[in-house]
T-cell receptor, first 113, second 115 residues
Framework: QQQVKQSPQSLIVQKGGISIINCAYE??????FPWYQQFPGKGPALLIA?????SEKKEGRFTISFNKSAKQFSLHIMDSQPGDSATYFC????????????FGIGTKLQVIP | DGGITQSPKYLFRKEGQNVTLSCEQN?????MYWYRQDPGQGLRLIYY???????QKGDIAEGYSVSREKKESFPLTVTSAQKNPTAFYLC??????????????FGSGTRLTVV
């Protein structure tokens, strides 16, 4: 059972464009939603995270939008650059108890010049 | 610099062999995890440990074993019982299981190939 559904699995965006990756979750106990960025041959690194008490969080060109009622959240990368080309994972966790994190399937982003 | 060190970066296993992947952290984190990454399948949890001498099975523990004799170390053994071991293996750690859910630090991974 896939508790966090992520789409699309691959994405090609022109340099300067907006990259959008969407995730949906089922477990209403989740209260922490991080995004990880992974470059080829490397481990994922925490990019940005949000809690459900806010609807949006922005860090530089990266923005998370969160819709609690729809149980959906998304990552927007503004002014996408070739250096953003990586695989992005959304995730969800229940921080109140055991911290097991459920990851999405990943989105491979390619930003072309 | 604090972080997680995984070794080796590449590992080749013959059929029927057991191999051990190393994971060491100097972050003073209590919790450690092993994930397997396959194309199109995301990250799947193999084992996790919240304290020394304690570990729990994750979603795909069959064919794997771990130990946690020291806080800093969480080696993973891929046994001959694992029928499809070719994958990218990631070790991660977090401060503990109950705080800051989802804030993992990952190592750079070990790519295991069966030859």
């Amino acid at each position: 059972q896939q508790q966090v559904k992520q789409s699309p699995q691959s994405l090609i965006v022109q340099k300067g464009g907006i990259s959008i990756i969407n995730c949906a979750y089922e477990n209403t106990a989740f209260d922490y939603f991080p995004w990880y960025q992974q470059f080829p041959g490397k481990g994922p690194a925490l990019l940005i995270a949000i809690r459900p008490d806010v609807s949006e969080k922005k860090e530089g060109r990266f923005t998370i939008s969160f819709n609690k009622s729809a149980k959906q959240f998304s990552l927007h990368i503004m002014d996408s650059q070739p250096g953003d080309s990586a695989t992005y994972f959304c995730a969800a966790a229940n921080s109140g108890g055991y911290q097991k994190v459920t990851f999405g399937i990943g989105t491979k982003l390619q930003v072309i010049p | 610099d604090g972080g997680i060190t995984q070794s080796p970066k590449y590992l080749f296993r013959k059929e029927g062999q057991n191999v051990t992947l190393s994971c060491e952290q100097n972050l003073n984190h209590d919790a450690m995890y092993w994930y397997r990454q396959d194309p199109g399948q995301g990250l799947r949890l193999i084992y996790y440990s919240q304290i020394v001498n304690d570990f729990q099975k994750g979603d795909i523990a069959e064919g794997y074993s771990v130990s946690r004799e020291k806080k800093e170390s969480f080696p993973l053994t891929v046994t001959s019982a694992q029928k499809n071991p070719t994958a990218f293996y990631l070790c991660a750690s977090s401060i503990d299981l109950a705080v800051r859910g989802g804030s993992y630090t990952f190592g750079s991974g070990t790519r295991l190939t069966v030859v």
